[in-house]
C-alpha cells in the first residue's frame, strides 16, 4: 500500500477514535464552542487530506459532514440529537470506507447519495424528513447499506422500515443480521461496517451486540488469511512500531536516573579505585552510555519525516488548481524531538498547502506580473539560538492587503479607525485569528478559516511562536520557531554569583578571559562595559546584573552604577561571546566549566514569563539547571533591533574576498611555503608511492575505484618509489586529481592579497601569509594540465592556453575603490576558483550560488560594478536571469559577463539578446580577466558620454 | 496520568456526595506556622526532606527554585511566602510535600509534615468569609479537628495564583 496512504490511514483511525468520544460529549454539552470547533477540525483534516489522496468518495462524505457542522460551529443550527446521529452515520460510513481502503487498499464501490442528501438537507436547514414521526432507523439503515449494493441490502431495508425505532436511531437485532447476511455477500471483508455501525450506537440489545462482536472478532481474526491483500500487513507492522510517547518518556526518565546512579557509582569507584567493582562497573558505564544515547535517539527524528508527503501533495495541488508549483525543502536533516514534530506536521502541511492554494498565482497570471510560470515554495528548517526556525516562503502574490482590511472590518475584529494607525505587519497578523479567511471561494482545499487558527493553536500548544511577513505581490514568509523544548543540545555550563547556567552552545561563538588590567580587559562606556575583541568593539552584559543575582546588600549598591560589579571585582572574568541573528555579544561570567550534552525540559509555567530562559535540565551530577535562552539576554541587553533573521542567513551564504580565506600551506619542491585555497581541496591524502602506476606517461593511482591523475607541483618534488607523498586531491563531480607535494604545513586564514604577480607558471604570484612570502598556486593550470577535457565537461570549447596574461589586471590600478564584482554559479567549486581569482585581480567579489540570491541582493538594494554569471543552474539560468537583471531593476545598467558552457554562435547572440555584454567560455580565466575589464571601460565610456 | 484521574475523580465525588455526611476522606496534615492544613491524601505524590534547591533568577518571589526528583524537575514554592508570612521563624530541617498540577510537578516547602487523617464530611465547613483573602484563596474549606481546626489547602488554586 502506498506509505502516504499507510500512514493517512493511522491517522484517521486515530482521529475517528477520538471522534465518537467527541461528539457523545457533544451531544451531552451541545454548546461547548471548543468541542465544536475540534470536531469540525477533524473532520475537516480529513476531507482535506483525501482530497490530495484521491479518495473522492470519502472526500464526499467527510466534505457534506463537516458542511453541517460547520453549520453547528456558527451556531446557525441547534445541536438535536437526531443531528448527532446523523453525524454518527456519517462518521461510520468514513469509517467503513476507510476500513476497506485498509483491507482492499482502494475504495469501495457504491454511493453515499442518500447518506449525503440527509447532510444536506440538514445542512440546508430542511432537517431531517419526518425523522421525529418515522424514526430514522430507514434512513440510517439505507446508508449504512448502501454501499454494499446488493440484492440483500434491498432486502434489509425493506425489512427494516416500519420498525419503530428508538429515539436515537438504533439498529434493530433484524436490521444487523440483514446487514451482516449483505456483508457476507459482498465482495471483499466488510465487518468493520457493521461493527461501526453498531458500536457508536451502543444501545443495541445485548445479545445482539454481543454476538455482533464476536462475530466480528472472529472475521478480524480470519481476516489476514483469507484477504489476499492482508499479507502485506505484517511486513510493513515488523518494520516500525507505533510507541506511544508516554512510554518514551518514562523511559527516557528511568535512563536518566540511571544516569545519576551510574554517576554515583562512578563517584565512589574513583574514591577507592582498588576496588573489585571497577571492572564491571566500567561496562556497566558503556552500557548505560549507549542506552542513553538509544533512547534519546528514539525520540528524534529529522524533520525530513514530516516533510515527505509535501511534495505529492503540492503535485496534487498543482494538478487540481492548474498551477505550476514547484517545491523546495532545505534541512531535512535538522533534528526535532518526535513529539515535537508530530504537532508540527499537520500546521506545516496546512500552510505549505495554503501557500500553493492562495499564495502561488495561476501561471497565466504569474506571467503577466513578470514571474516565472513556476512558482517556488521553499521549506526550510535550521537551529538557530537555541530554536528551531522552520520557514516557508513563497514567491506567489502574497497578502491582499485591501482584501484582509475589508474582511478584518466585516468580521467585526477591527475598525476602520483602527486599521488605520496600523502598520501592514500588524494588519497581516489577523489572518491567525479564528474564522479569518481571504479566499473568496470555499474549495476543498481550503477556505474555510480554520487553516491559520489551528496552525497557530498547534504551534503555540508547544511552546512556539509564529510570524508572517509579507508584501503584496512578491509573496509571504512564514517564520515557526519552535523553542529546543526536548531537543537534546550542547550546552556550555558557566557560573555566576555562584550559580551555574547553561548556554546553548550553538550560539556561542568563542571564549575571551578578560584580566582585571593588562591588555584585555573589560572597558567602561560611561558604565556600560565594553571589551576590545580583536578589531571591533563588543558590546557586554553581565549574566550577574542581568539576572540580579546581587545579594540584597549588594543590591543598592548595584542600582547606583551596574558598573561598579563590573569594575570592583579584580578577578579574572570570562567573556562568552555570543551569537544572535547577526549581532554579536559578550556576556560576562566568573567561571566557565565543561560543555555537557543536556535534554532540555521546558520550565514550568509559572516561570515561563521569563523570557531569559528557555528551558532547564538536569545535569550529570544531579542538580537541576536553567538554560539561557541568547535572544531573550540580547533583548534584554537592550538590542531590541535584532536584525531580521533572513539576513543573516543570507549573509551566510554570501562570501566577500574581504573576509579571510582559509588556506593550505604547504611545501613542494623549494623553500617557499605555496598556499591553496583550502575551499578547493577535496581531501588529504597520503599516496603510497609503490601503488603509483604509470599510463601513457602520466602518473596514475587507484583511488576509490577509479585512475586519479597524479602531477607534481613542480619538477622539483621528488616522487620516489617507495614510502608515502602527501597528495592534494581536487575533485568536481566524477573527476579527480591528485598534486604530489612534499609536505603540509599548516591551515591559516588571511586575506589574499597578491602582490608580486608570478611569472612562474601553475602560480599566480606571492602573497603575505603567516608574515612569509607565499607562492599562491593556481589549482586551474594543473586540472587543466591533467585532463584538457576538465572543463569541457562543463561545456566549454577547449580554450586558449596562451592567452596572453596580465592585460586583465587593470581593476585597481589608480588604487581607488576596488570594483565591486557579483558572481553567481552554482558550482561551488567554480565559486571557490573564480573567487580568489578575480580577488587577486583586484575585485570585491561577492559570490552566490543562484540567481535566486542575487536578486534577493537586487530587491535589498546592493549594487555592484559588474556581473559574472553561470548560464546552466538549476533554478533560474543565466539567460533568464539576465532577462530579469535587464528588465527592470536597479542593476538595469550594470554590464553582465557570461560564463559560457555551451560556447556556440548561437547561444553567444542568445547571451547578447537577452542582455549580457560578454560572452566567455567558462574558466578561460584571462579572456574573463579581459573581457570583465573592457567591459568595465566600455560601461565607463558610455556613463560618460551619457553624462556630457 | 492515571493519577491525575484519579484526583478529578475524588474531588468530583468528594463535592457531589458532601450531603453524605457519614463518608469520609483522607488527608496528609502539614503544619506551616504552627497552622494545620490538609492536602487531599491522592494529590500527594512524595514526600520530601530537606532538598537542595536550585535558584531561579527573577522568579516570583514565592518560588524557592527547581530540584530534581528521580529525573524529573520540580518547581519548589515556599508556602510561608505563599501564604503572605514571613519567613524568620522557618526551621531548619524544612520538609517537602510534592504534588502534581497539570502534568507539572511541584514541591511545597513547609515546616513539618503530620499524621495522615481520615476525616468525616460532617466536619467539613466552607471557608469562613471572614479568613484573610490570600488564605480564603487556597482554601477549599475547614475540618473541625478535637483541639484546632484545618484547613483544606486546594492545590490548584495553591498554585495557578504564585505568578499573580
Redesign the interface.
Given at each position: 500500500m502506498d506509505e502516504l496512504v499507510a500512514e493517512f490511514l493511522t491517522e484517521t483511525n486515530e482521529s475517528l477514535d477520538e471522534l465518537d468520544v467527541d461528539l457523545v460529549n457533544l451531544e451531552q454539552n451541545p454548546n461547548d464552542a471548543d468541542l465544536l470547533g475540534k470536531i469540525f477540525r477533524l473532520v475537516h483534516t480529513i476531507k482535506g487530506t483525501c482530497g490530495f489522496l484521491a479518495l473522492p468518495r470519502l472526500e464526499k462524505v467527510a466534505h457534506h459532514g463537516e458542511n453541517v457542522l460547520g453549520r453547528f460551529r456558527d451556531g446557525d443550527l441547534e445541536v438535536l440529537p437526531e443531528y448527532v446521529t446523523l453525524i454518527f452515520e456519517c462518521i461510520d460510513q468514513i469509517k467503513y470506507i476507510v476500513g476497506e481502503i485498509e483491507s482492499t487498499g482502494s475504495e469501495p464501490d457504491g454511493d453515499d447519495t442518500e447518506l449525503i442528501a440527509k447532510l444536506d438537507a440538514v445542512y440546508e436547514g430542511r432537517g431531517l424528513n419526518g425523522s421525529e414521526s418515522d424514526g430514522n432507523d430507514s434512513n440510517e439503515s439505507s446508508a449504512n447499506t448502501s454501499d454494499s449494493d446488493t440484492n440483500n441490502a434491498d432486502s434489509a431495508e425493506e425489512k427494516s422500515s416500519g420498525y419503530p425505532g428508538g429515539p436515537t436511531g438504533n439498529i434493530s437485532q433484524e436490521e444487523l443480521d440483514a446487514l451482516e447476511a449483505a456483508f457476507q455477500d459482498a465482495p471483499g471483508p466488510e465487518t468493520s461496517n457493521a461493527n461501526g455501525a453498531a458500536a457508536p450506537n451502543g444501545s443495541t440489545p445485548p445479545e445482539s451486540s454481543t454476538e455482533q462482536s464476536a462475530t466480528s472478532t472472529v472475521e478480524e481474526a480470519q481476516n489476514p488469511e483469507k484477504s489476499p491483500t492482508a499479507k502485506k500487513g505484517p511486513s510493513l507492522a515488523s518494520q516500525s512500531l507505533r510507541v506511544n510517547v508516554?512510554v518514551l518518556e518514562n523511559l527516557?526518565?528511568?535512563v536518566?536516573?540511571l544516569v545519576?546512579t551510574r554517576n554515583q557509582l562512578l563517584q565512589i569507584q574513583r574514591a577507592n579505585s582498588e576496588s573489585d567493582f571497577s571492572g564491571p562497573l566500567q561496562s556497566l558505564n558503556l552500557v548505560v552510555s549507549d542506552l542513553q544515547e538509544g533512547v534519546m535517539k528514539t525520540r528524534m527524528q529529522p524533520i525530513g519525516n514530516a516533510w515527505a508527503k509535501l511534495p505529492r501533495i503540492i503535485r496534487d495541488l498543482s494538478m487540481e488548481l492548474g498551477k505550476k508549483i514547484e517545491l523546495e525543502m532545505i534541512g531535512q536533516d535538522t533534528e526535532l524531538d518526535r513529539q515535537v514534530l508530530e504537532l508540527i506536521k499537520d500546521p506545516l502541511t496546512h500552510m505549505v498547502r495554503n501557500s500553493g492554494d492562495h499564495g502561488i498565482e495561476d501561471p497565466a497570471t504569474r506571467k503577466a506580473s513578470g514571474k516565472p510560470e513556476f512558482g517556488t515554495i521553499i521549506l526550510e528548517a535550521f537551529h538557530e539560538g537555541g530554536h528551531i526556525i522552520i520557514q516557508i516562503k513563497d514567491d506567489g502574490k502574497g497578502l491582499a492587503m485591501d482584501k484582509i482590511k475589508q474582511k478584518i472590518i466585516d468580521n467585526g475584529l477591527a475598525t476602520a479607525e483602527e486599521l488605520e494607525g496600523m502598520a501592514d505587519q500588524q494588519i497581516q497578523q489577523f489572518i491567525f485569528k479564528a474564522g479569518f479567511s481571504t479566499a473568496e471561494k470555499v474549495t476543498s482545499v481550503s477556505g474555510r478559516g480554520v487553516g491559520m487558527d489551528v496552525v497557530r493553536t498547534n504551534i503555540e500548544k508547544i511552546g512556539g511562536s509564529i510570524e508572517l511577513s509579507s508584501k503584496e505581490g512578491f509573496g509571504s514568509t512564514f517564520t515557526i520557531k519552535i523553542p529546543l523544548t526536548l531537543a537534546i543540545v550542547s550546552a556550555l555550563i558557566v557560573e555566576a554569583a555562584n550559580?551555574?547556567f547553561a548556554i546553548p552552545q550553538l550560539s556561542v561563538k568563542e571564549l575571551v578571559m578578560a584580566s582585571h588590567n593588562g591588555e584585555s580587559r573589560i572597558e567602561m562606556i560611561k558604565g556600560a562595559p565594553v571589551f576590545r575583541l580583536r578589531d571591533h568593539l563588543l558590546p557586554l552584559v553581565s549574566l550577574t546584573d542581568i539576572?540580579?543575582?546581587n545579594t540584597p546588600k549588594d543590591a543598592n549598591k548595584a542600582d547606583e552604577n551596574t558598573s561598579e560589579n563590573v569594575k570592583e571585582d579584580a578577578r579574572n572574568r570570562y567573556i562568552v561571546v555570543t551569537q544572535v541573528g547577526n549581532f554579536d555579544f559578550g556576556i560576562i561570567v566568573d567561571r566557565v566549566f565543561d560543555t555537557e550534552e543536556i535534554v532540555v525540559?521546558p520550565v514550568?509555567?509559572?516561570?515561563r514569563?521569563?523570557d531569559?530562559?528557555s528551558g532547564?535540565?538536569?545535569l550529570g551530577d544531579?542538580?537541576?539547571?536553567?538554560i539561557l535562552d541568547p535572544n531573550g539576554i540580547a533583548r534584554q541587553a537592550g538590542e531590541l533591533e535584532i536584525a531580521p533573521q533572513d539576513n543573516a542567513v543570507e549573509q551566510k551564504s554570501l562570501s566577500t574576498s574581504q573576509e579571510k580565506t582559509s588556506l593550505l600551506l604547504f611545501s613542494a619542491g623549494d623553500p617557499a611555503p605555496k598556499a591553496v585555497p583550502l575551499s578547493l581541496v577535496a581531501r588529504l591524502e597520503n599516496v603510497d608511492l609503490e601503488k603509483v602506476e604509470h599510463s601513457a606517461g602520466k602518473m596514475m593511482v587507484q583511488y576509490r575505484g577509479q585512475l586519479m591523475p597524479l602531477i607534481p607541483l613542480n619538477h622539483n618534488v621528488q616522487v620516489g618509489t617507495e614510502g608515502e607523498k602527501p597528495v592534494l586531491v581536487f575533485a568536481d563531480r566524477d573527476q579527480s586529481m591528485g598534486l604530489i607535494v612534499d609536505e603540509i604545513i599548516d591551515i591559516k586564514e588571511e586575506y589574499i592579497d597578491v602582490q608580486l604577480d608570478g611569472n612562474q607558471q601553475g602560480l599566480f604570484g606571492s602573497a603575505i601569509i603567516d608574515n612569509k612570502a607565499t607562492d599562491v598556486v593556481d589549482v586551474a593550470y594543473f586540472l587543466n594540465q591533467i585532463n584538457q577535457n576538465w572543463f569541457k565537461n562543463h561545456g566549454d570549447d577547449d580554450y586558449d592556453k596562451n592567452a596572453e596574461r596580465g592585460n586583465g589586471r587593470a581593476a585597481n590600478q589608480n588604487g581607488t575603490l576596488k570594483q565591486r564584482v557579483l558572481l553567481v554559479d552554482d558550482s561551488p567549486f567554480f565559486r571557490n576558483m573564480l573567487t580568489p581569482v578575480l580577488s587577486i585581480a583586484g575585485y570585491d567579489v561577492t559570490s552566490l550560488d543562484s540567481p535566486l540570491e542575487a536578486l534577493k541582493m537586487c530587491e535589498k538594494g546592493e549594487l555592484f560594478d559588474i556581473i559574472v554569471s553561470d548560464i546552466e543552474m538549476p533554478e533560474m539560468d543565466g539567460f533568464e536571469f539576465a532577462t530579469k537583471v535587464r528588465e527592470n531593476s536597479p542593476w538595469v545598467d550594470t554590464p553582465m559577463v557570461a560564463l559560457s558552457s555551451h560556447a556556440t554562435p548561437k547561444d553567444i547572440d542568445r547571451g547578447m539578446a537577452v542582455g549580457f555584454d560578454q560572452y566567455v567560455a567558462k574558466f578561460d580565466r584571462d579572456t574573463l580577466l579581459n573581457a570583465m575589464s573592457q567591459t568595465l571601460s566600455d560601461h565607463r565610456h558610455k556613463a560618460s558620454a551619457t553624462q556630457h | 496520568?492515571d493519577t491525575h484521574t484519579e484526583i478529578m475523580d475524588t474531588s468530583s465525588d468528594f463535592s457531589n456526595t458532601r450531603h453524605d455526611l457519614e463518608k469520609s476522606r483522607d488527608l496528609l496534615t502539614i503544619v506551616i506556622a504552627g497552622q494545620r492544613f490538609g492536602i487531599p491524601i491522592l494529590q500527594v505524590q512524595d514526600v520530601l526532606g530537606e532538598q537542595?534547591v536550585?535558584?531561579?533568577?527573577?522568579?516570583?518571589p514565592e518560588?524557592a527554585?527547581?530540584?530534581?526528583l528521580?529525573?524529573?524537575?520540580v518547581?519548589a514554592i515556599n508556602a510561608r511566602k505563599r501564604l503572605g508570612l514571613e519567613r524568620d521563624d522557618s526551621p531548619h530541617n524544612s520538609m517537602s510535600v510534592v504534588v502534581e498540577h497539570?502534568d507539572?510537578l511541584?514541591s511545597l516547602i513547609i515546616d513539618e509534615i503530620g499524621d495522615v487523617m481520615r476525616l468525616k464530611n460532617k466536619d467539613f465547613k466552607p471557608t469562613p468569609g471572614t479568613l484573610d483573602p490570600v488564605w480564603r484563596e487556597i482554601s477549599s474549606g475547614v475540618y473541625r479537628l478535637d483541639d484546632e481546626l484545618l484547613v483544606v489547602l486546594d492545590i490548584p488554586k495553591f498554585?495557578e495564583t504564585?505568578?499573580s
Open positions: 508516554d527516557m526518565t528511568m536518566s536516573e545519576l550559580e551555574r539576572l540580579q543575582l525540559k514550568a509555567k509559572m516561570l514569563d521569563i531569559l530562559f532547564n535540565t538536569i544531579g542538580s537541576v539547571i536553567m | 496520568m537542595s536550585t535558584k531561579v533568577p527573577l522568579a516570583p518560588v527554585g527547581s530540584l530534581n528521580r529525573g524529573r524537575i518547581t497539570m507539572e511541584y498554585i504564585v505568578h
